[in-house]
C-alpha cells in the first residue's frame, strides 16, 4: 500500500537524514519511559500520509511515549517502520519507545482491519465494506469513479483493488478507501516489474492480470503456476479458454463450483465457452503469488486440467484423459466431496 505509511518515503529520507541530530540532540536517557510499567489502553489513530514526525507526536499526546524524540529517533533505526499502516492502534500508554513500536506493528491491535481476500470479487469487496461503516451508496459511486491504474486497459478497478488487510482512519471517503487498495496493487506491481516482464510473454500488464484473476479463481496457490500455462498454451493453439469460474462470473454468481449447460449459454464477453481469447478483464482481485504465476507460467505441454477432489488438480495434454477424470470428478461431487451434498446440478 503506497499510502501504508508515507513514514515509508520519510523514516527513509527525513527520518534518517534526521538521524544524526536526532542522536546529538536527543540522547537523554530521561526521555523515555522504562520498560515493564505500561499504562491504560488507549486508542490512536494515525492519519494517511502522516509523517514520522507527526507519529511521533501523535503518540506523545496521547502518552504512549513519554516524548515524541523517543520514538522518533527509534523509528529512525529500526526498518520495519515503513510497515506502520495509518488508521486506529490500540495502544497502551507509559511505553518505552521500542514496545510502542512492537504494537504499532502489531495487526491484533488495528481497530477495524478489513481483510480482502485474494481473488475476491469487487462485488464482494464492496459488500464487505458496507459491514465497516461506508453506505452500499457510497460505495457504488465510489467504484464508478476508481479506474484501474494508468497502463492497464480494463473496463473497471476489478482486478486492481489488492487483497490485503486495511485498517482506516475515521472519515476516510469510500473513494480513499478504495484508491488506497488500487495504490497497493500499483507497489506490488512495481516490486514484480509487471509492466516490464510482461512483455515476455507477449501480453499486455491488462492481460498478466487477467490471466492472474483466472489462475486465482481456478485452483490453489501450488498449482497457478501450471493453470497459467495451460491457458497460455490454449491462447497459442487457438483454443476457447472453456472456464467455469468466467460462467459464474458473467451470471454473477458465487458459491458455486460447477455450471449447468443453460449457464454456458450465457451472452456476456465473460463466456469463455462462446467467445475466444481472455475474458474482457480480470474476473477477481489476484494475489501477489498469482500475479507472479501469470509472469512465469510453468513448463509444460498442458492443455486440461481438473480438479478431482479437494487438494487434487491435475494437468495433461490429452482429451481422453481429461474426460476419464472429469467422470472421476462428478462421482466425488454426487458424493460431497466438495461440501456439497445430493446428485448434481
Known amino acids: 500500500m503506497i499510502k501504508r505509511f508515507r513514514v515509508a518515503l520519510l523514516l527513509i529520507a527525513v527520518l534518517v537524514g534526521g538521524l544524526l541530530v536526532g542522536i546529538r540532540h536527543y540522547s537523554d536517557p530521561v526521555i523515555d519511559y522504562p520498560a515493564g510499567h505500561p499504562g491504560v489502553e488507549v486508542v490512536v489513530t494515525i492519519p494517511t500520509g502522516a509523517s514520522g514526525s507527526d507519529v511521533a507526536h501523535i503518540l506523545a499526546k496521547s502518552n504512549v511515549v513519554m516524548t ?3 520514538f522518533f529517533n527509534r523509528a529512525t533505526v529500526d526498518s520495519r517502520s515503513v510497515g506502520i499502516q495509518p488508521g486506529s492502534h490500540r495502544l497502551q500508554t507509559l511505553l518505552p519507545a521500542r514496545m510502542a513500536l512492537e504494537q504499532l506493528l502489531d495487526r491484533s491491535r488495528m481497530v477495524g482491519l478489513i481483510t480482502i481476500t485474494e481473488g475476491m470479487r469487487a462485488a464482494d469487496i464492496l459488500k464487505l465494506l458496507s459491514k465497516s461503516g461506508w453506505s452500499a451508496a457510497q460505495l457504488k459511486s465510489a467504484y464508478a469513479k476508481i479506474q484501474a491504474p494508468k497502463g492497464y486497459k480494463s473496463p473497471n478497478a476489478e482486478g486492481y483493488l489488492f487483497p490485503a488487510s486495511y485498517s482506516f482512519a475515521k472519515g476516510t471517503s469510500a473513494t480513499q478507501v478504495l484508491q488506497t487498495m488500487v495504490d497497493r496493487f500499483k507497489t506490488e506491481a512495481i516490486s514484480l516489474d509487471l509492466e516490464n516482464t510482461s512483455t515476455a510473454s ?4 491488462a492481460q498478466v492480470v ?4 483466472l489462475a486465482q479463481a481456478e485452483g490453489d496457490p501450488s498449482d497457478f503456476a501450471k493453470i497459467a500455462r495451460v491457458i497460455f498454451n490454449r491462447l497459442n493453439d487457438g483454443m476457447k479458454l472453456q472456464l467455469d469460474t468466467t460462467v459464474l462470473y458473467a451470471l454473477k454468481v458465487s458459491g458455486r463450483i460447477k455450471v449447468t449447460n443453460v449457464d454456458l449459454l450465457v451472452s456476456s464477453q465473460y463466456n ?4 475466444a481469447g481472455l475474458p474482457p478483464g480480470p474476473i477477481g482481485n489476484p494475489g501477489r503469488d498469482a500475479l507472479l504465476a501469470a509472469l512465469n507460467p510453468a513448463t509444460g505441454p498442458w492443455l486440461y486440467f481438473i480438479t478431482v477432489k479437494p487438494g487434487d488438480t491435475r494437468f495433461t495434454a490429452s482429451e481422453s484423459e481429461f474426460y476419464r477424470w472429469k467422470l472421476e470428478y462428478q462421482r466425488n461431487y454426487a458424493a460431497g466431496a466438495f461440501g ?3 446428485s448434481q446440478p
Open 68 to 70: 515524541w524524540q523517543a
Open 272 to 275: 469463455t465457452y462462446k467467445n
Open 210 to 213: 487477467t490471466v492472474a484473476s
Open 202 to 205: 507477449n501480453l499486455t500488464p
Open 340 to 342: 456439497v451434498s445430493g
